[in-house]
């Protein structure tokens, strides 16, 4: 039975969030607090990297309103419970000990919330797949643009 909720990377939140033409699934959408913080970071800070290009693309009005939105992040997105959140932590990170904490902090909020993950094609890039995957945890890459 597909899960009803996504977890979305921090890529496609941005591109979400400064309108660029992204198609996500239906039902609730989250997003992890790491994620949530670099695209924050991105956007406050600027430059023309993968996660604040899209900001820097922006008119100086669409960029204040967009960096706005990214700093209260919209109700449909939701951030996972840290007190459930943590102890899933650690039970991936001792089944995958390579794992960075922005990874394992994916795949537990994938876990908590029941949730397919969502991944920009450069998110896709890594060690990432292959435990969700070796977790059973659906996901797909969703183009941007």
């Known amino acids: 039975m597909p899960t009803s909720s996504s ?3 921090d890529r496609l939140l941005v591109a979400r969030l400064v309108g660029e033409k992204v198609r996500l699934s239906r039902g609730g959408l ?15 800070a600027g430059g023309a990297g993968q996660l604040s290009g899209p900001f820097a693309r922006l008119s100086a009005g669409e960029q204040a309103s967009a960096i706005r939105t ?4 919209p109700d449909d997105v939701a951030l996972p419970d840290p ?4 102890p899933t932590m650690v039970e991936v990170q001792q089944r995958h000990p390579p794992l960075n904490v ?30 969700l995957d070796a977790e ?10």
């Open 70 to 73: 990214m700093l209260s992040l």
């Open 102 to 131: 922005m990874n394992v902090e994916a795949v537990a909020a994938a876990i908590e919330l029941d949730a397919r993950v969502l991944l920009s094609a450069r998110g896709a890039e890594g060690i990432l797949p292959a435990v």
């Open 83 to 86: 007190r459930a959140l943590v």
């Open 30 to 44: 989250a997003t992890t607090t790491y994620w949530y913080y670099r695209a924050c970071r991105a956007a406050v």
């Open 7 to 9: 977890l979305i990377d």
């Open 136 to 145: 059973a945890i659906p996901w797909r890459v969703v183009p941007i643009g």
